[in-house]
């Protein structure tokens, strides 16, 4: 038996159970609603060695006679986050895909999912009758949206109090076992988006019996974690290494990296943690990725060859790349697409040729601040590349994807970059056959905080309430989550068979031109004419070069160059370059 620092481990006779509680005076294990007290220990640490207790035991802890709570590292929350906590035996279960080492990075095309709205069933067994749909496509890598624990029986995720159990609303933890067993099994690696930068608002009862697990600061959702405790920092570290460890997961990412807490000067808890991580790795002979969601855009952050992590992260989503497109294909100006509007098409050249396109100059929206690091000595895998994902559908007042917004040609064009572009791609669930069905926010709290959500929302999307009014959806409504279910049979539509067969088409060219060629590119150059007509090109890691020439236009474009290497991609166009028409080259 693997013995954690936190939680309830068992063992050879029973159950080890711990408890961080340097604010409490008196801890009682309420193990099948029967107390017994707790040892105290140095800093803070109660413990108690029950004989006889066998996984599947419910408990809680008692807090000074004064209040029970769950298990902060509960490995389970079977009636959610107020309930009792179980006892789970993370060794107990049966793994299939035995070999199973993951894949190399290189090889990574990421679909970012819900579980709750992947399918019909909204649970992790649902989701394997979908996983060879998923391969058949090119897909790789399948990222579930966060899994921590959270209230009520819906809601993106973002909001977890208990960030070692996965929610109960999706099934149990040998549920999630069995579908990250099966996408294994069918060559798929499986990552999750984990957060540690903030609690939810409902279930968390830390302040109560730990108050030092937080400053005074607060992020824009919460109190601000205090990792400068070194318990703090370990109770984040181990839980990572949880859900790499006893779920397999091949990788993490990690939401709003800049708004987690750092000393400066000293190395911070990513760094610990991605140490932490390359041991794993290296002692399971597993390649192992972790990227990072982080808005500062800190190249220094960032090494996709480092093997195994050494306190450096694969790579960040890049959302630069992403407003720019979207400005593009929209013309959208509010908000962080007002940084974007000077030249979109431009600070698309930029991202293809050097990364990010805020390296260190002022962001209006980043409060008129120097924004970002230089990024141009990064290898193209140290970004991920998109045009949807969770949050740039979901936080608009309707939910409503691109294909709402741009045209079918627009939109394939900007699929035919990404694609194939030598950064690592990442689809949003149902992107793939260009699915209508919107991702709205939506949540599951009650009372005064199912209030405050109602009235913030009208707050931040004033707009659309005045013009819209009850036709905006209600984040609290079921109504609002049902019609987040993805449309599967739109997939085998006419439009749909079309996308996703481009789609397919694509993602094969980048298995067998883009992905054996990958480890060791660089990035290269790109530019763009006023007309629209875009060029770049990589040097790959065979010395061939890699070459894009679009059309990012609704007009036919004069082409005087002519693309030198093998065509992988829209043939020669010869001197004319269609609409929205997309080229790809690769050779001398």
């Known amino acids: 038996m693997s013995e954690a620092r936190f939680g309830a481990s068992p063992t050879k006779d029973g159950t080890s159970f711990k408890l961080w509680a340097p604010g409490a005076k008196r801890v009682d294990l309420v193990l099948e609603k029967r107390p017994q007290a707790m040892r105290r220990g140095d800093g803070g ?13 419910r408990y809680k802890f008692r807090i000074d006679d004064e209040i029970d709570v769950p298990d902060p590292a509960s490995a389970f929350q079977p009636e959610d986050v107020f309930g009792p906590s179980e006892v789970i035996d993370h060794d107990s279960f049966a793994w299939r895909a035995q070999d199973w080492r993951g894949r190399p990075w290189a090889e990574t095309v990421l679909i970012e999912t819900h579980v709750g709205t992947f399918t019909k069933q909204g649970t992790y067994r649902g989701m394997i009758e979908k996983l060879d749909h998923l391969v058949k496509t090119g897909i790789t890598a399948l990222e579930l949206m966060p899994l921590a624990d959270f209230f009520g029986r819906r809601g993106w995720g973002y909001d977890g109090v208990l960030w070692y159990a996965p929610d109960a609303a999706y099934g149990r933890p040998e549920d999630l076992k069995t579908l ?7 060559g798929l690696m499986v990552f999750l988006d984990v957060v540690y930068n903030h609690f939810g608002p409902e279930g968390n009862f830390l302040g109560r019996y730990a108050p030092n697990f937080f400053t005074d600061a607060h992020t824009p959702w919460g109190s601000t974690i205090d990792y400068r405790v070194a318990e703090v920092r370990d109770f984040a570290i181990g839980n990572a290494l949880s859900w790499l460890r006893d779920y397999r997961f091949d990788g993490l ?3 709003a990296a800049n708004h987690i807490m750092s ?4 190395p911070s808890m990513l760094h610990d943690l991605s140490v932490a991580v390359g041991r794993l790795a290296a002692a399971t002979g597993r390649h192992i990725h972790l990227v990072l969601e ?5 190249a220094s952050l960032l090494d996709a060859g480092q093997e195994p992590p050494r306190g450096k992260f694969r790579a960040q989503w890049n959302d630069d790349y992403h407003h720019v497109w979207h400005v593009m294909l929209t013309k959208e100006s509010a908000g962080y697409y007002a940084d974007y509007q000077r030249s979109p098409r431009g600070g698309l050249a930029r991202a293809l040729a050097s990364g990010f396109v805020y390296q260190g100059e002022i962001s209006e929206f980043w409060d008129n601040k120097p924004r970002g690091e230089p990024s141009g000595k990064l290898p193209p895998a140290s970004f991920v590349n998109f045009l949807q994902n969770h949050d740039q559908i979901g936080n608009r ?7 709402a917004l741009a045209s079918a040609e627009q939109i394939e064009a900007a699929l035919a970059v990404t694609l194939l572009a030598p950064m690592i791609p990442m689809l949003f669930m149902g ?3 260009g699915s209508k069905a919107p991702f709205p926010f939506f949540c599951d709290f009650e009372g005064d905080l199912a209030h405050a959500v109602r009235q913030g929302r009208k707050q931040e999307y004033k707009w659309a309430y005045d013009r819209y009014g009850d036709e905006v959806p209600d984040p609290l409504e079921p109504s609002t989550f049902e019609s987040a279910v993805l449309d ?11 996308r996703l067969t481009l789609v397919r088409q694509l993602l094969a060219v980048r298995r067998r031109e883009i992905a054996p060629r990958l480890t060791g590119a660089s990035l290269g150059a790109a530019e763009v004419r006023d007309d629209g007509l875009l060029t770049a090109s990589w040097r790959m890691n065979d010395g061939a070069m890699l070459r894009l020439t679009a059309n990012l236009s609704a007009d036919e474009i004069a082409h005087q160059t002519q693309a030198t290497g093998m065509s992988i991609w829209g043939g020669d166009a010869g001197d004319r370059l269609p609409p929205w028409s997309v080229l790809w080259h690769i050779g001398g």
């Open 45 to 57: 640490w109660f413990s108690l060695d029950v004989a006889g207790s066998r996984a599947g035991a």
């Open 180 to 186: 990250i067993d099966e996408a294994h099994l069918r």
């Open 253 to 255: 990412r990690f939401d």
């Open 263 to 266: 000393e400066p000067g000293k």
């Open 294 to 298: 982080n808005g500062d855009n800190r």
């Open 397 to 403: 007042p309707f939910g409503d994807r691109l294909e």
């Open 431 to 433: 992107e793939e056959w």
């Open 488 to 498: 599967w049979p739109s997939c085998d539509m006419p439009a749909g068979s079309k």
